[in-house]
């Protein structure tokens, strides 16, 4: 599996409850966010990281990640969240 350019862990906030929903389904999830502020209870959360971990326990035998972040390489990529307007956002699946 490939996991292509997204939001980086050092860009995506989450609340405690999305937070709380991995770890309901997978206790390990909890290395994959980093408490941000604890005033606001905001997390850092890494997307590939949790994807790559996901696909490693699904079975997938090989995952590559890009490591490329769409909010700060502003240069390379459109980034919805940090440019919003436009209403569009892909997400691409295949299986072989």
């Known amino acids: 599996a490939w996991i292509g350019p997204g939001i980086g862990p050092q860009a995506f906030q989450v609340g405690p409850e999305v937070r709380a929903a991995f770890l309901d389904q997978d206790a390990g999830s909890a290395d994959f966010f980093v408490l941000q502020t604890e005033h606001d209870e905001r997390w850092l ?3 590939a990281g949790l994807a790559r971990a996901r696909l490693l326990r699904a079975g997938v035998a090989r995952v590559e990640s890009s490591g490329e972040c769409t909010w700060t390489q502003a240069d390379r990529y459109f980034s919805h969240r940090r440019d919003p307007g436009s209403g569009r956002q ?3 699946a295949y299986l072989v």
């Open 90 to 92: 892909a997400t691409l």
């Open 45 to 47: 959360a890494d997307l």
